[in-house]
């Protein structure tokens, strides 16, 4: 297929930075709707074939994430403290190619359900945090979420599970096939009384859109999909934006900078090319969808006259209010071997403790799931009191096929000195300031990911595991979930966005991606922060049309 570009001196109608789950629909979207739209992406453009299932490179070595040799972060617990950088991964862990994370994540597709966007309301203040409602319903977004389904690919069953909120429509294709993690999750769990059920997963069961089922190899989380049935916006919405002949998707451009002029308009962004050289594109509107961790940078690195706190950032919350998704969990170890390196990582999910209960002590609720990890980063977690050399550690290894995981997926408070700001020594390898990170768990997602570790060891327990080593819960000390950094609210003093996405203070400048969340869901952002780009993306494109941009 002959791929649409555009020269740098045109004027485009949309930027779009990243091209990731949300990124990658939105430029679907807006270029469906008839303007011309320019994907920026830091990372290559990778055909599916190029892609490898080597555990050390991509799950240890960056393979296809963020290089802390190139692009480091520092870390702190406090403000109090110098933050350091951090060897091996980066604190804020996330892809750099065309598709962005959504090329390696592990397909996990969980609705948020109708108490997430209104917990402030239900619970009120919790000391410490910013627990708030969002702007939006469930209502408001159920649609959107359908439109995940149907468009992107969820493989699911409706009303399997009685605490699922509402849906308009069942999901586009039957669940995957079930493990033998799953089996024993839910021997365990209906034991106990308790409700699994098969897992929305944004991979094929059958082939859709012309993209074949699972292949069952195995290596979903970390890993792109070879065979293209992982629902990543690479296999889905950006060939679909390029069919129009109206999107030009530019890898290797890393933007650094948006251009404003004095107005206070975007008018476009500084980025560099593949061989490091300078660019600018010029656009009349930027739509940021970088993730949770890039998006706050980019608009900090873009202080300027008369926004000399960063870009859009008069509320000062641009890069505050950093969550993750704080779990715990349990290892299991059953009397025969469950092959769990195969197939899509998981098969069953529970969702009987997801709402937060005051009767518990504190805040937090959140779902389980079965699962298993790669051989190699299985290995590398080895329980207290196994030796690390020798018969008994050789035995431990050769056991991988024997072991699961009952994992616990929850909530995280936003707190305004959990942050992302800009380093004032470090640079990277572009001379563009570094990611400072500043975060500590608040008290209540420790107690809660705590409590997690005992429902899943009760879990496993029923499940007649001959052996489980309960999760160790310790600080978090960075994640994958990057999320509520420009938070979205109707208040420009204490929001960096609206419920249309749109800056409070720069017109034609708009953030969609995890930075947008309010609350933190319970553990798997992936499907809302797409549906909120579907949502975005419609009023994106009435206000172009309409002349309000």
Known sequence: MDRKTFKTGETVDFIVVGSGSSGGIMARELARAGNSVVVMEQGPRMEAHEFEHDELKYRQLSGITNNPATNPQTFRRDADQKAERTAGRNPLTYARVVGGSSTHFNANFWRLHEIDFIEGSRFGSIEGASLVDWPITYAELEPYYTKVEWEVGVSGLAGASPFDPWRSKPYPMPPLPVKSSGVLFERGARKLGLHPFPAPMAIN???????????????????????????????????????????????????????????????GVYYYDGDRKEQFQNARAVVVCANGAETPKLLLNSATNGFEQGLANSSGAVG?????????????RFEHPLNEYKGANVTRIMHDFYDSDPKRGFYGGGGFDARSGGPLTWGQSVPNGTPTWGPEFKEYLESYTYWMNCSGHGTSLAQATNRVDIDPELKDDWGVPAIRVTYKDHPDDVKHAKWQVERAVEIMDAAGAKQIVPGEIGEASGGVHLLGTCRMGNDPDTSVIDKYHRAHDVKNLFLCDGSSMVTSGRGQPTQTIEALAFRAADHIAKFARAGEI
């Open 320 to 332: 505050r209010y950093l969550m993750f998704n704080k779990g715990g969990g349990a290892q299991a």
């Open 205 to 267: 069961s059958v082939t859709y859109r012309d993209r074949p089922a699972c292949a069952q190899c195995g290596l979903c989380g970390g890993f792109a999909c070879e065979v293209m049935a992982k629902s990543s916006s690479v296999w889905t919405v950006i060939p679909e934006a390029e069919a129009t002949g109206r999107c030009e998707v530019r890898p290797e451009t890393y933007v650094f900078r948006i251009g404003m002029n004095k107005a206070g308009r975007a008018t």
